[in-house]
């Protein structure tokens, strides 16, 4: 079902929460001039934002972006005024519970999301406004999603160069899990089984090492709510690595040096402002890149 949509002014932009990714969201909102302000538990995350040009302030208005850690997205907004017309979302790196929750207690007026960006970094001295450039934004769209309001929030992401994929939530913790959980554990037992190898083989690690434990220096408390929060597809994708290698290793090797090399072209589309069409787009692969007045544009992958 289709919906109309008028033109209305933009929204400012609330970010509680200000750490590296939040502080990194208001400051790239800042630089693209869209009105923002930001609110913190920690004074000095509200110094460094308002240094950045933040507005600090717990009065929260327009797109609210709940960007704290997940066990504290349910108590974010304690002792903060929420302006009862408010948009709310949130960055955490697992859906399915979090829009059930956050669902719960805001109705339509919340819309969950991802974006597929930050580093092992952590804080608000870990802040840049170049963080979202290009990266894919996740923005669940399930059936009690109000369009507009998830039009809001794409806007909030393609205003600081992000591609937004729409998604289910339970599609977005399945793929997921493949693509960033399962990582997480399997630096970290790289990392363990090359610690328990001995002191020669940490002084010989180099680049392949580096690359493949960098995300394991990420806080511990990140990590384990991470792979704890989505465990049943962690699980299942996991078992996947797991029988990949029981592969013959030349096959293995072969198969996934392919699948990484793999370079597949774009091919442009426009999208109408339907949820079946936007989550086709999302489950082939593409991406939104651009709001229209009556439609979106973006791609999808072409081989």
Not at 6 to 22: D, F, H, I, K
Not at 26 to 48: F, I
Not at 92 to 110: E, P, Q, Y
């Amino acid at each position: 079902m289709s919906f109309p949509v008028p033109t209305m002014p933009v929204p400012p932009v609330s970010v509680v929460g200000l750490g590296q990714l939040g502080g990194s969201l208001a400051a790239a909102l800042v630089a693209a001039g869209r009105p923002v302000s930001g609110w913190d538990v920690d004074p000095s995350a509200r110094g460094a934002a308002a240094a950045r040009g933040v507005a600090i302030s717990p009065e929260l208005t327009g797109v609210v972006v709940l960007a704290v850690p997940m066990p504290a997205l349910t108590s974010a907004l304690d002792g903060l005024f929420l302006d009862p017309d408010a948009t709310v979302t949130d960055i955490g790196s697992v859906k399915g519970a979090v829009v059930a929750a956050l669902g719960a207690a805001h109705g339509d007026r919340f819309v969950g999301g991802h974006p597929m960006c930050g580093t092992e970094r952590s804080g608000h001295q870990a802040t840049d406004p170049t963080l979202f450039a290009g990266a894919r934004w996740a923005l669940c769209l399930e059936p009690g999603t109000d369009l507009r309001r998830w039009l809001r929030v794409a806007e909030v992401a393609l205003a600081v160069g992000a591609e937004v994929v729409p998604v289910t939530a339970a599609e977005h913790d399945d793929a997921v899990a493949a693509i960033s959980a399962v990582p997480h554990l399997l630096a970290a037992a790289l990392a363990a089984a090359a610690a328990e190898a001995g002191p020669l083989a940490l002084g010989l690690a180099a680049g392949s090492f580096r690359d493949g434990t960098r995300v394991i220096a990420s806080d511990p408390r990140f990590v384990t709510a991470l792979v704890e929060g989505n465990a049943g597809p962690a699980g299942a994708a996991l078992d996947r690595v797991l029988a990949q290698l029981d592969r013959p290793w030349p096959d293995l090797v072969t198969a996934g040096h392919t699948a990484r090399t793999a370079a597949p072209g774009r091919r442009a589309v426009r999208v109408p402002l339907d949820r079946a069409a936007l989550l086709a787009l999302g489950r082939a692969g593409g991406a939104v890149d651009r709001r229209q007045a009556a439609f979106v544009e973006g791609w999808v992958p072409e081989v």
